[in-house]
Nanobody, 122 residues
Framework: VQLQASGGGLVQAGGSLRLSCAAS????????IGWFRQAPGKEREGISC????????YYADSVKGRFTLSRDNAKNTLYLQMNSLKPEDTAVYYC????????????????WGQGTLVTVSS
């Protein structure tokens, strides 16, 4: 059982990146999955998740309108398309399963990916 996050890197402000989270050894759930990030000196937070209760997609206010969560069932992969990136988006990004709650008071009962670093230069 493994989640492999990738796609991070260095990008200029205003640029785009797409993060991938490939699951191996199990099938990604349809709900209760999402993306989190931890900026330097800050707590980890959930920024985009598919609700475990009703399947709706949550976006933190800080990324709403710029980031898009999607999935490819055939590839067993979760994605996060990040557009109009800002320096404050600089963080290590993680994917997770078993997400009971997203946002700053997140609850994760499943597995975490290893994290991928996104650095946005001004």
């Amino acid at each position: 059982v493994q989640l492999q996050a990738s796609g991070g890197g260095l990008v200029q402000a205003g640029g785009s990146l797409r993060l991938s989270c490939a699951a191996s050894g199990f099938t990604l759930d349809y709900r209760g999955i999402g993306w989190f990030r931890q900026a330097p000196g800050k707590e980890r937070e959930g920024i985009s998740c598919i609700s475990i209760s009703d399947g709706s997609t949550y976006y933190a206010d800080s990324v709403k309108g710029r980031f898009t969560l999607s999935r490819d069932n055939a590839k067993n992969t979760l994605y996060l398309q990040m557009n109009s990136l800002k320096p404050e988006d600089t963080a290590v990004y993680y994917c997770a399963t078993g997400v009971g709650y997203c946002g700053s008071r997140y609850k994760v009962f499943g597995s975490w990916g290893q994290g991928t670093l996104v650095t946005v230069s001004s």
